[in-house]
């Protein structure tokens, strides 16, 4: 019998040989319906493994305000990059697989800390475990942003990192679709849409979710969505995550080099120029790491006293008054009472809030906790 790593690998090359169009959308769409319930099998397989002692994978506990995974083939200059801007110091030679385990540096840049990830190499297969592919992943998965080392001397690089990516499950600069499927107790499956369906018929999506092993099902898309999308919804186990691009080397790249790396890699993605070796672009690419986290800028105001409007604490532009109650003082949760805003996310001035209110840049905020 064959194993589920062979199981996935059939499947996948079914999909690569299948030609692609709308007529074909459905069927491919239950192929990977297939190969999404095969993952979440081997995931149990893998977690009920390690539990009982097997494998070992890399333990790093996260820090600072965000974390940032480089990605690379083996040999593209990640661990010279995370010595010259973190740190963190790691093993370098000319020769592949130089970096064996995952070293973790601490970059600080505009009041923020951030961690860089100096993972191996990945390589083709990575997804299905190859060199340690999983272990790798599954720190990817983890982090806050993908950044990419690309070589410009070495063609389709991208390509091969970025599907094992995205076999992994990580959907990299792409929002989560709103699709919503509940399961019901009977009437079938059940399509509703806020918008013109181009992809597929009702009848086709149907099928894609009866074969995830839904009977009954209410499903609300409220955007054109493709096959993958639902698949991707059907998984629950998707990471949307930012990522960006550095093509690294530039000191012995012609103009060439660099123009035709560019045009291999997604146009509206942010790219880069540096050298690591030569500490090009580096203090740059301080910048480009920072800006594209998605900071903001809280001020803090102790009860009674005046904001602190000199040092504001650096968050994720996503985050709530939870998320800094978390990051001051693991006690601060527990304790809370309420809070208190003014700026860009208050209606009015001292605005009482709870832990779950979405903070904006420029806040200035008062925690109240019990005594």
Known sequence: M????????????????????????????????????LKLKEEKVAAHSKASGGGKGFEIRKSGDATVALVGFPSVGKSTLISKVTDAHSETGGYAFTTLTCIPGVMEHRGAKIQILDLPGLIKGAAEGKGRGREILNVIRSADMVLYIVDPFQDGHFDVLHRELH????????????????????????IRSTVEQTHLTNEEMADIIRSFGYTSALVTLREDSTAEQIVDCLAGNRIYETAVIAINKIDIATDHDIARARAALPQEWP????????????EEMKDFIYDNLGFMRVYLKPQGQEADMEEPLIVKDDSTVQNICIKLHRDFVRKFRFARIRGPSAKFDDQRVGLEHQLKDGDVLTIVVKR
């Not at 059939?10 to 491919?28: C, F, M, P, V, Y």
């Not at 076999?167 to 059940?190: C, H, M, Q, S, Y």
């Not at 790219?271 to 580096?282: E, H, P, R, T």
């Open 167 to 190: 076999n992994a499950g990580l959907r990299l600069n792409e929002e989560k679709p709103p699709i919503f499927i509940k399961r019901t107790d009977r009437g079938g499956v059940e």
């Open 271 to 282: 790219v880069m120029n540096i050298s690591a070796f030569k500490d090009i672009g580096l």
């Open 2 to 37: 064959a194993t589920i790593k062979e199981q996935i690998e059939l499947i996948r090359a079914e999909i690569d040989k299948t030609q692609k169009n709308k007529a074909t959308n459905a069927h491919i769409g239950k192929l990977k319906a297939k190969i999404a319930q």
